[in-house]
């Protein structure tokens, strides 16, 4: 050997030397020397670590379960559930110590032994072919690469640097957490923190995601795969690089036998075994898509749920907690399977949604949200990540179901369900003004008030309100807007359950201050600052589950509470914590909410709306109910409610192209003029979700009813012709506009969407694009 390679060697033993007295010294006399500055930082960074490192677990994934327990969704940024010491394989043991650490249970943190066999060995080859770090201080850098400094590349990168001062960092944080912790501690924290590729972190998620199995029945070769993936996750793959992950199973295998571990005989069986991954790899799916087709819409809503409760996404995926919901996966599949019978999820630009609620005075619980689009990533099948049926997606209106909003007003100042209102085929209006359904005053220049007439001609003058409810008379409910204030109608609206919806604008966004004028404006303060009679006609965007939640507050006694998808969570720890939740509120006097419960129980018998396609699918339960269609035909919705479930369903166009929607013999469509009715596509859905969600229940009655709210106070009666009004004989509609023929024989062969016979609703067109605000107040003719 020659006398330069001989002082290269030299050079290489002594500098190898040095840093391991340096470290030595590092651990030993912290501040000693000219190492004194130094270390005293590192010190405070070592305390800093520590402390952090015995106090604050890694990320952990967060499971979300539905009412009976079994996990929908699973929510994380690193793919990592917690497992115990004892749910740990021995073979996992007995493999990682072969491999990664032989003197576990013997050093302190630092294997000073296997430090100098290894800078030994690496002088001699002139590289580094062997590593010293033991299991403690692999934790040591895994928990600062990947907790710590999880979302910073920079701190990453500094974390893994080839550095003295990385390496005394290092060393003093293992022999403290030697020090505070039991070596099987160190262990399980090892395997749970440690990662094996992509977004599998820990044993747990790894048994899963390879071998579809439990830490604990991880057998030899399986063990042994994991084993040798630590040492370099990425480029030992199995599923990319087999080759190279068999070959370094089976040196994990070799280096059981040379411990004692495994016979010779046995080694060589299960190094001739394939690598058995489960194909493909597959680690739970995280996010709403991942809860499925069926179940996304509600994690959706949950996840925004949460988030107002004080959780915010990034928080759910790494805290590790248990979310117990109140997801019914029974009726979620009999509500899906119902809307995609009226409405296919490939029916191009109908979109069919429905909410279920669980009425309560303590909680209104949802059990099921559903659409006929699936939740998805996957356009071109139809799938969306539009919150559907929670939203505020229907950017047409429900049409005549707000007229449950008139009702409730009038019945809190006075009015009984019994109480005759006036009804006259045609009215115009001396209170409101303009819009599109505006004609001039007569005898009054340049004054133009709001005119309307009903479906058609062949309603009575004045009838009962529970009478108007069924029938759906536009006139009377205008007229009782007159009487009682479209303030208190409005109000009413948010009071029963539409609260988000009324805090959006007309567009069914959030009021946008550089907007026009109208966009600037709640709903709310739309329709009060504007005077704008169409309210009680329904046309602004509106929430399947805010409509499902006011039939739940009616059927509570008027009892609201904030549709909840929560029973509780529960941290990593088995604690349950508490939600930040407004409490239920009283909003409407519980004999109020039940005179207006039985004043909207015609609407699925006699000639209610709704009675044909209820006796099509055999109701004979106690209900209240409500149809409600959109004037141009681009939207119709129904709600309903038992005293065990309220729903509610929105039929509407989710297309850019602003049709209206035909039914006919076959699925719903997009045309020209539409003829869908609240009665047709929205009710055949609550009706077939329904009857087979109250399959074997008790049937319960409606709440009874006070005598003052039958027969009213006696201070309220038809108007007289030429009050604030003029009830008119039948005239034709104001310029450009056009009343639906409300006749729609019943057919033979009833189709997938019965059209009841007479029956009929509608509402004033908005002028805006499908998907866009209207470009005037969204008033006009009207219908039922």
Same mark, same amino acid.
């Given at each position: ?6 002082? =290269? ?8 030397c040095l840093v391991a007295g340096v470290l030595v010294a590092g651990l030993i006399f912290p501040a000693a020397g000219t190492l004194g500055t130094v270390s005293n930082k590192i010190s405070d960074q070592v305390k800093s670590t520590l402390a952090l490192m015995l106090n604050n677990d890694p990320p952990l994934m967060t499971t979300v379960v539905d009412k009976d327990g079994a996990p929908i969704a ?14 740990? =394989? ?188 489960? @194909? ?168 133009? $008030?709001?005119?309307? *007439? *009903?479906? @058609? ?68 303060? &739309? ?32 009892? $609201? ?93 989710? +297309? ?8 006919? +013999? ?8 539409? @003829? ?9 859905? $609550? &009706? ?73 609703? +509608? ?15 969204? =008033? ?5």
């Amino acid at each position: 050997m020659d006398r330069k390679r001989i002082a =290269s060697c030299v050079g290489k033993l002594t500098g190898l030397c040095l840093v391991a007295g340096v470290l030595v010294a590092g651990l030993i006399f912290p501040a000693a020397g000219t190492l004194g500055t130094v270390s005293n930082k590192i010190s405070d960074q070592v305390k800093s670590t520590l402390a952090l490192m015995l106090n604050n677990d890694p990320p952990l994934m967060t499971t979300v379960v539905d009412k009976d327990g079994a996990p929908i969704a699973y929510l994380y940024d690193q793919y990592r559930v917690r497992t115990p010491p004892d749910k740990i =394989s021995p073979h996992m043991k007995t493999a990682l110590f072969a491999i990664e650490d032989r003197r576990f249970y013997e050093h302190n943190g630092v294997d000073w032994l296997a430090t100098l066999r290894a800078a030994a060995r690496n002088n001699a080859s002139g590289g580094v072919e062997q590593g010293a770090s033991t299991l403690t201080q692999q934790y040591v850098k895994n928990y600062l690469v990947h907790v710590i400094a999880r979302n910073n590349k920079t701190a990453q990168q500094d974390a893994q640097e080839q550095s003295i001062t990385r390496k005394l960092r290092e060393a003093r944080i293992a022999v403290g957490l030697e020090t505070a912790l039991s070596k099987d501690e160190i262990l399980a924290r090892y395997l749970d923190l440690v990662p094996f590729g992509g977004t599998i972190f820990g044993i747990g998620a790894a048994a899963q995601a390879y071998f579809d199995t439990t830490p604990d029945k991880l057998t030899i070769p399986q063990a042994a795969t994991l084993a040798g993936m630590v040492n370099s996750p990425t480029f030992l793959d199995p599923e990319a690089r087999p080759d190279k992950a068999t070959q370094r199973r089976n040196t994990v295998i070799d280096a059981m036998v040379h411990d004692g571990k495994l016979s010779q005989e046995d080694a060589d069986r299960y190094k001739a075994s394939p690598l058995g991954l489960q @194909n493909p790899v597959r680690p739970l799916q995280t996010g709403c898509v991942g809860a499925g087709p069926s179940h996304g819409f509600f994690c959706s809503f949950l996840v925004e749920y949460l988030a107002e409760a004080g959780f915010d996404l990034e928080q759910l995926k790494i805290g590790g907690y248990r979310v117990e919901t109140t997801l019914d996966p029974k009726i979620t599949e009999q509500a899906k399977q119902a809307v995609e019978r009226q409405a296919p999820k490939e029916t191009p630009g109908v979109a069919n949604t429905m909410a279920i609620v669980k009425p309560g005075k303590d909680a209104h619980e949802v059990v099921a949200l559903v659409a006929n689009r699936d939740y998805g990533l996957k356009k071109d099948q139809f799938q969306t990540q539009f919150d559907l049926p929670s939203g505020v997606e229907n950017k047409f209106g429900t049409g005549s179901v707000y007229k449950v909003f008139t009702a409730a007003a009038a019945l809190e100042k006075g009015f009984g369900i019994d109480t005759v209102i006036a009804s006259p085929n045609s009215y115009t209006s001396r209170v409101f003004k303009g819009g599109a359904a505006s004609c001039p005053g007569a005898g009054e220049p340049n004054t133009y $008030w709001y005119c309307l *007439n *009903n479906h @058609n001609d062949r309603y009575p003058p004045q009838m009962p309100l529970r009478q108007a409810l069924a029938t759906s008379p536009n006139t009377a409910f205008v007229i009782l807007e007159e009487k009682i204030g479209l303030d208190s109608v409005v109000d009413m609206a948010s009071r029963l359950g539409m609260r988000k919806t009324m805090a959006t604008n007309i567009a069914g966004v959030p009021p946008d201050p550089k907007a026009a004028k109208d966009l600037r404006m709640t709903q709310a303060e &739309f329709y009060k600052s504007n005077g704008n009679a169409s309210f009680t006609l329904g046309p602004a965007p509106s929430s399947t589950l805010e409509l499902a939640n006011v039939a739940a507050t009616i059927m509570s006694g008027g009892t $609201w509470c904030k549709p909840t998808p929560v029973r509780r969570v529960i941290d990593r720890d088995g604690k349950t914590l508490q939600l930040t939740k407004p409490p239920c509120e009283q909003a409407l006097p519980e004999p109020v909410a039940n005179a207006l419960a039985n004043g909207l129980s015609e609407d699925s018998k006699g000639m209610g709306t709704a009675a044909y396609t209820a006796r099509q699918a055999g109701w004979t339960r106690p209900m209240m109910g409500k149809t409600g269609t959109t004037e141009e035909y681009k939207s119709a919705a129904y709600i309903g409610a038992t005293p065990d479930y309220a729903g509610a369903v929105q039929v509407f166009n989710d +297309s850019t192209s602003p049709q209206g929607i035909c039914i006919s +013999s076959g699925p719903p469509r997009l045309c020209p003029e539409g @003829n869908i009715y609240g009665g047709t596509a929205p009710a055949a859905t $609550w &009706f077939d979700a329904m009857m087979k969600v109250h399959a074997g229940l008790p049937e319960k009655p409606l709440p009874p009813i006070e005598d003052r709210y039958r027969r009213g106070d006696g201070q309220n009666r038809a108007p007289d012709p030429g009050t604030s009004g003029t009830p008119q004989a039948a005239t034709p509609p104001a310029p450009g506009t056009r009343t639906p023929d409300p006749v729609a024989p019943a057919p033979s062969t009833p189709p997938p969407n019965p059209v009841p016979p007479a029956t009929a609703e +509608s509402q004033p067109p908005t002028t805006g694009p499908p998907t866009g605000p209207p470009t005037g107040p969204p =008033s006009g003719p009207p219908g039922r």
